[in-house]
């Protein structure tokens, strides 16, 4: 299946290439075409590796099974101790902002991330706590094709103009786009047409970026990204992939080799979202509402859970 396929890229031999790409971001789709900086006159260098949630074909049975040997590492990499997702919506157009807000806010403060402690690390001591949500943010955005570095430019603006608060060690940008939006990821692949989402990182004034790009979840991603009848159910689902991915392996876009700031890793599977890729389950949000979220890789239980 293309969806295995291109995992198994993803997985093995991205990562082992990423110190000749990383040496020049021209290998970036449309770096050309990017200032390479801010508003503000700071330095930024577009992330050139991000980690995609491929889509499933329309025909394709999700399987509840783990990958056989599967298991994450940890590679000396920062985790998100206590994650502060900063939903940013391109535009008043996005759908879903108040169930998104209200995702994210129940959903850090949930059973999802007391899971999350068998990923905490003793060399570097980190522990990972339930999170936040900050304050949404609703830009102005009128694009509708864009590239993951006109992304990275147009948070940089925000950060420039302090409309967002500023990068730090538990910050996650996770920016919502509305119906109609294409966005090119660095490898050249394209919105619900090859994946459904994705993670990565960039370094701004010397501190790490760390964001999600999250397409509407209908139009081309419909019936490739979930299987439940409500597209907003799909969303959220999408969303806690890219969320959990971001938490446990933050620096991925940074990674060069399977060491730091690579955190937890599988090699040949992935991230913790991959390993158990469109398998859906719910869990309760700490504001009393059960929420549709993808399973994730448990290394205790070696299964997929939401608890």
């Known amino acids: 299946m293309k969806r295995h396929l291109y995992l198994s890229i993803l997985s093995g031999v991205v990562l082992s290439a990423l110190s ?51 298991k994450l590492t940890y590679f000396g990499g920062p985790v998100l101790q206590k994650v502060n997702v900063i939903p940013v919506y391109w535009n008043s157009s996005v759908a879903f902002q108040s169930n998104l807000n209200s995702f994210y806010a129940g959903v850090t403060n949930s059973p999802l991330f007391d899971m999350l402690k068998q990923y905490n690390t003793a060399s570097p001591a980190q522990t990972i706590s339930r999170g936040t949500r900050g304050t949404p943010f609703v830009d102005n955005q009128t694009a509708t094709v864009l590239t993951d570095a006109k992304v990275q430019t147009e948070l940089n603006r925000l950060f420039a103009n302090n409309l967002i608060p500023q990068p730090n060690a538990n910050n ?29 990182t960039y370094v701004r004034n010397g501190v790490n ?59 040949v599977n992935g991230e913790i979202g991959d390993i158990c890729n469109a398998q859906q389950g719910t869990v309760l949000g700490g504001d009393g509402v059960t929420y549709v979220v993808q399973k994730e890789f448990s290394n205790a239980t070696k299964t997929c859970v939401t608890q």
């Not at 025909?59 to 056989?68: F, I, M, N, Q, Y």
């Open 209 to 267: 970026v760390n964001y999600g790009i999250m397409p509407d979840q209908g139009g081309g991603c419909a019936g490739g990204c979930g299987t439940n009848s409500q597209r907003v159910n799909n969303l959220t689902s999408v969303s806690s992939h890219e969320l959990i991915e971001a938490v446990t392996d933050p620096a991925v876009g940074l990674a060069t080799v399977f060491g730091p700031p690579l955190a937890w890793y599988d090699q």
């Open 172 to 200: 996650l940008y996770m920016v919502h786009f509305p119906p109609g939006t294409s966005i090119t990821a660095p490898d050249g692949s394209k919105s619900c047409v090859v994946f459904c989402a994705y993670h990565g």
């Open 20 to 70: 000749v790409v990383a040496a020049g971001c021209a290998a970036s789709p449309d770096a050309e075409n990017v200032d390479d900086t801010t508003a503000d006159g700071l330095e930024s260098q577009p992330g050139t590796v991000v980690r995609i949630m491929p889509m499933t074909q329309p025909d394709e049975l999700v399987s509840s099974a783990v990958p056989a040997g599967a």
